[in-house]
């Protein structure tokens, strides 16, 4: 049986990367849209034109591609690594937290269409087809790994939580805080 425990180093290491996770998709959509010529600010959960003229549709969707696209690698890369190698809980962290942020943002869409939802949206095929088919895709990178590993409901279960509070937290700090990184 391979090592399942909750530590505070993998609490802690969870909220690392829930941070890294949001900020590295973030940074994508900063990136892009500064790339295309618009002067952007980058915010621990989103991005936003400072000034002049907002972008073409085609640049939105390009914007809006850019984060999830960068997420789903997160998790393809972490999945790879632990389906080629061995056990390692900080790797399964940043597929676990890939999945849980695009179903996140996928239920998000029912209040907001926000990446993958305005991107269904502009294509005409849906609000949430984008959103299911890239929560679908990375539910099956964990399922997988979870089982090849027989991870435990009690694992699952706290590391569930762990994201869930940590990703509440830099949301709502967004929110409240305006916390600007870029």
């Keep these: 049986m391979i090592e399942q425990k909750i530590t505070i180093k993998y609490i802690l290491t969870g909220i ?7 900020i590295i998709h ?4 900063w990136l892009t849209s500064e790339s295309l ?3 952007t600010i980058m915010r621990l959960n989103g991005t936003s034109s400072v000034s002049g003229e907002g972008p073409t549709d085609i640049h939105k969707i390009m914007i809006s591609a850019s984060g999830p696209i ?3 690698f997160q998790g393809l ?6 389906k080629q190698s061995h056990w390692n809980k900080p790797v399964y962290l940043f597929l676990f937290t890939a999945f ?14 926000n990446d ?3 991107i269904s949206a502009f294509l005409e095929i849906g609000t949430f087809t984008l959103p299911i088919l890239v929560s679908g895709i990375l539910f099956f990178m964990v399922y997988k790994v979870s089982t090849k590993y027989k991870l435990t409901g009690k694992f ?3 590391t569930t939580i762990i994201i869930m509070v940590a990703s509440s937290v830099l949301i709502l700090s967004d929110q409240f805080l305006g916390i600007r990184i870029i």
Excluded: C, K, S
């Excluded at 690392?16 to 949001?22: C, K, N, R, S």
């Excluded at 849980?100 to 269409?113: D, V």
């Design 16 to 22: 690392i990367i829930v941070i890294l996770t949001w």
């Design 26 to 29: 973030e940074f994508a959509h």
């Design 37 to 39: 010529g618009y002067d």
């Design 70 to 72: 960068i997420t789903i």
């Design 77 to 82: 890369i972490a999945f790879v690594f632990l």
């Design 100 to 113: 849980y942020m695009r179903i996140f943002a996928g239920i998000m869409n029912f209040i907001n269409p």
């Design 116 to 118: 993958e939802g305005r």
């Design 156 to 158: 699952q279960l706290w």
